[in-house]
């Protein structure tokens, strides 16, 4: 069975609340992400989701196509490109790029309401056997 040319991730509404749990799993309590306050002194001008939030979602929509193919063999390679902001919605997406020696590499990205592409960069999985 080929891979999937094509992959789409669910959309996601990021929430304050979303980022003080985010916080609160990975010990990331940077006031950049939770203080109005102190955001709004940045160049960010108000809070930013942590960026490895955002990226998760990558990771999910490979984990919803291949499974434990994607938790043995899988690998991204990102770039951050812009801040996620509470009350944006994102989604993540990918494209088949190439199928050679057992790897399959997508061009992936999370892009925001806007279209603009948050995180890009490259995901590649083992294919099936």
């Known amino acids: 069975m080929s891979a999937p040319d094509a992959l789409k991730g669910a959309a996601r509404a990021i929430t304050q609340e979303q980022l003080r749990a985010y916080a609160d799993a990975s010990g990331d309590h940077n006031p950049l992400h939770l203080d109005p306050a102190y955001a709004a002194e940045t160049m960010f001008g108000r809070p930013i ?36 902001y509470p009350g944006d919605t994102v989604q993540a997406a990918a494209t088949k790029r190439s199928e050679e020696d057992g790897v399959v590499h997508y061009d992936a990205a999370v892009r925001n309401q806007d279209g603009q592409a948050v995180i890009d960069g490259q995901a590649s999985v083992g294919a099936a056997r």
């Open 49 to 84: 989701a942590h960026g490895m939030l955002v990226l998760a979602f990558i990771s999910a929509m490979m984990t919803d196509a291949f499974g434990e193919r994607w938790l043995e063999s899988g690998s991204l390679r990102v770039r951050f490109r812009a801040p996620v």
